[in-house]
């Protein structure tokens, strides 16, 4: 198994997004569980396709997504620049809990 690493990246739209390449599909649980649990963000219905899945998340007005696809793994992706500070947090906090996945 390989040891999982995230990288804080900007999205083509200039907002924040923290990845874990080498995640597979069910990490999108763990981290939405954290995401509702630790940081109290509360989840839409799930778009499911072929190659990817997305969850919506609303904390205060913010939005942000989790998600993967076969291109980027693992995601959390901000949606404007209020959730580019969350977006920050929520990747640090799993840079430090990696080995827990």
């Avoid at 899945?53 to 959390?76: A, P, Q």
Wanted: glycine share 8%; with cysteine.
């Amino acid at each position: 198994m390989k040891k999982l690493q995230g990288k804080h990246i900007k999205t083509s739209k200039g907002y924040n997004s923290y990845e874990i390449y080498d995640a597979d599909l069910s990490h999108v649980h763990k981290i939405a569980a954290i995401v509702t649990e630790r940081f109290r963000f509360i989840h839409g219905t799930p778009v499911i396709g072929l190659e990817q899945v997305f969850l919506e998340f609303v904390k205060d007005g913010v939005n942000i997504t989790i998600g993967w696809d076969i291109w980027s793994g693992c995601f959390v992706m901000a949606h404007d620049s209020v959730g580019d500070k969350y977006i920050e947090v929520i990747g640090n906090y799993l840079d430090a809990h990696l080995t827990l996945f």
